[in-house]
């Protein structure tokens, strides 16, 4: 039985003449053999019908509704509880992973950190092959959350890539040699590239990200045969000087007040992406405006079109349908690129096709997507910025004050947002919807000093607030949305936020990773929680389930997937080597090994600074530093490291590496001519004020 209601007015003659079945699209292959599938089976008919393919992944979400649920009910809340490791695959990298792996004619394509290519058998997780688009590491310091990738897309024998210095690449499935590839941007701008491709109608389409470090965003279709360029929708107007692209363009400009296109704008399409045949409606989430505040970025106000909003373009052409802004004039980072699901829904006695969001401003989304007209929106986590999404008008009810016009504001959510990248999933038999999401705050601040710095963070918010610990760390929870209803059917809490997007099966299952490493699989009805398994690394990646000789597999890529930024906040798990873990029921291999987290000696170190420097160095530790490292150098979680627990010699080293770049080529960046040599002195003995102060705890 197909997800989607829609699907079921597709003809059955068409169907059973063109469609793929399922028993052609897993080939068999006997015992000890390896899968050396080529993919040529993945067209437009497959792509449309991909609920026909029960026991393959094939697409991102694993349909075009990107609903994330698997048909497979072998692996049920009855058996779940025989599941175990039947293989697992190390990536070699002490990087993050957040790819959800595809699987085609029994061959699984993942990616890893650095936007590296992986062909495993994916019935024992022997590599075919593997591709390294040998980015250069310099790259590392445009990426504001880490070098991770979440995953490819496949298309008619080609595995098609994104890579984090802004590259589309087309491989050989079968080989894994490069086919094409196609510089998507100005690579001497701050552009990266982390989403996983899809392909609509014989194109495949990338957007890319960068926002906070001053970029404008769009997204690209590029022929999937050859590589060449068909259409490039901007989400934020140019410079008016020059001619406007698009009357969509020319229509945004009116929205916009001072210089915004010498900041970049925003607007990034950096992930979210679905797509409904039937309507021939693209829907693309897009980000945040740079800088994050509106008073520096477009002094006078204005909606800001198109920031912040869910676009529906036509796939053929890029011209836009309709649009709807889910946060005018963003001021807080409220991105709308998180995960965009379709499906049909009785709304108030009514069958309504809808598209259905939980982005970053904390209001759970229904929107008719033929029209984008307003069904509902009710808050799914804590919200203070707006009171309401106002039902006739579609804006929100902001509350007074949440512009921070001139003193310290806190907000909820914070710029991580209720709800994060990381993908939440539709079951049409319970009617849920499973949704990552989290409690966080922030406090806002406008940044008077603001002085724009081409390549680094610019928010036009001032962090130098931040110098003190929190005193508490945001938590997170998986929630169970009844969609329909507008309200929480049931949770699971969790002592930290930050975790994994989650898969629903039929089987009455729900699983997700957690950042407290472990891998846990819930009822789908009520959240009882049936199996778990302890993985011993952070895990924010989103698992997938297939099914290969009757076997049905659930596999997740596990390892710390980029930065925990902005609150800080290590919560003691290593930097293990990233692995891709597949289980199986009855299956009995031993979980990899994790070496168990050591902290170290912490010894004082002596050093001669005046209270002023050292209240100085904090702050510009939060302006420049805190993003990465954690504010108040709690750590930024995953491999970057708890500055505080340096080696001596690092201390010494603090002009080099800050102001001269002396580790650019591992990814950070140098902050001449924005910091100076007596700047990274201050930070260097704030740093070791905070060392002393935990030596002393010891």
């Not at 340096?646 to 591992?666: H, L, M, T």
Request: hydrophobic content about 40%; overall charge positive.
């Amino acid at each position: 039985m197909t997800r989607r209601a829609s699907l079921l007015l597709i003809s059955i003659s068409l169907c059973l003449l063109v469609a793929v079945p399922a028993g052609q699209a897993q080939k068999k292959h006997a015992p000890g053999q390896q899968a050396t599938g080529k993919a040529t089976g993945i067209d437009d008919i497959a792509l449309r019908n991909a609920d026909l393919r029960k026991g393959e992944w094939i697409t991102h979400g694993r349909n075009y509704s990107e609903t994330r649920f698997s048909p497979l009910k072998q692996v049920s809340e009855v058996t779940v509880k025989d599941l175990g490791l039947a293989w697992s695959f190390d990536t070699e990298t002490d990087r993050g992973l957040e790819a959800t792996p595809l699987v085609v004619d029994g061959v699984m394509y993942t990616t890893g950190s650095w936007s590296i290519v992986y062909a495993l058998d994916a019935r024992t997780g022997k590599q075919i092959w593997k591709w390294d688009p040998q980015v250069p590491r310099r790259f590392g310091t445009k990426a504001c959350c880490d070098v991770v990738n979440r995953g490819v897309a496949v298309y008619k024998g080609h595995v098609y890539v994104g890579t984090i210095d802004g590259r589309l690449a087309a491989l050989d499935a079968a080989t894994g040699k490069l086919v094409w590839s196609v510089v998507t941007v100005d690579q001497t701008k701050p552009y990266t590239i982390t989403a996983a491709p899809r392909v609509v109608k014989g194109k495949v389409l990338i957007g890319n990200g960068g926002a906070e470090y001053g970029v404008r965003g769009y997204l690209s279709a590029y022929d999937a045969a050859t590589g060449k360029l068909s259409w490039r929708f901007y989400t934020v107007p140019g410079d008016p000087s020059k001619p406007f692209e698009s009357p969509e363009m020319a229509k945004a400009a009116k929205t916009w007040k001072g210089e915004w296109w010498k900041m970049g704008g925003g607007g990034t399409v950096w992930d979210s992406l679905a797509y409904d045949p039937e309507l021939d409606l693209l829907y693309v989430g897009t980000g945040n405006g740079s800088p994050w505040n509106q008073q520096v970025r477009s002094p006078g106000g204005g909606d800001n079109l198109y920031l912040s909003s869910i676009l529906a373009l036509r796939p053929a052409t890029g011209r836009l349908v309709w649009h709807y802004q889910v946060t005018p004039g963003d001021q807080w980072d409220f991105t709308a690129t998180q995960h965009i699901i379709l499906a049909d829904l009785e709304i108030k006695g009514q069958k309504r096709k809808v598209l259905m969001q939980a982005p970053k401003n904390g209001f759970f989304y229904i929107l008719d997507r033929r029209t984008g007209e307003l069904l509902s929106a009710e808050p799914y986590v804590t919200v203070t910025w707006a009171k309401e999404i106002d039902k006739k008008t579609g804006r929100p009810v902001e509350n007074p004050g949440v512009r921070y016009p001139a003193e310290p504001t806190q907000i909820q959510p914070g710029p991580l947002g209720g709800h994060n990248w990381q993908p939440m999933s539709f079951n049409p038999q319970t009617g849920l919807v499973y949704i990552p999401a989290q409690e966080n705050f922030f406090v806002f601040l406008h940044d008077k000093r603001l002085d724009y710095r081409p390549g680094r963070w610019n928010t036009g918010v001032d962090f130098s607030i931040f110098t003190d610990p929190p005193t508490a760390l945001p938590t997170g929870h998986l929630l169970a949305w009844d969609p329909v209803a507008q309200k929480e059917r049931w949770r699971v809490q969790y002592p930290v936020m930050w975790n994994g997007g989650t898969l629903t099966t039929a089987g009455n299952l729900v699983f997700q990773g957690t950042a407290d490493g472990r891998f846990v699989g819930y009822s789908a009805d009520k959240g009882a929680k049936l199996w778990e398994v302890t993985i011993g690394t952070g895990v924010i990646a989103t698992p997938m389930t297939y099914e290969i000789d009757g076997v049905q597999y659930v596999s997740i890529m596990a390892g710390w997937g980029g930065s925990f930024p902005l609150t800080g906040g290590s919560i003691g798990l290593p930097a293990t080597p990233g692995r891709l873990l597949t289980f199986a029921l009855n299956s009995k291999q031993s979980l990899p090994a994790v070496a168990a987290m050591e902290m170290p000696a912490v010894t004082p170190i002596e050093f001669t600074a005046t209270k002023e420097t050292i209240a100085k160095g904090a702050g510009l530790f939060a302006q420049n530093c805190g993003v990465c490292h954690g504010l108040a150098a709690l750590g930024g979680g995953g491999v970057l490291p708890d500055l505080k627990l340096s080696a001596p010699s690092v201390f010494n080293k603090y002009r080099e590496i800050i102001v001269d770049g002396a580790r650019v080529d591992i990814g950070m960046p140098g902050f001449k001519p924005w910091l100076k040599p007596e700047d990274a002195d201050a930070i260097r003995v704030y740093i070791l004020s905070l060392r002393n102060e935990l030596a002393k705890k010891k």
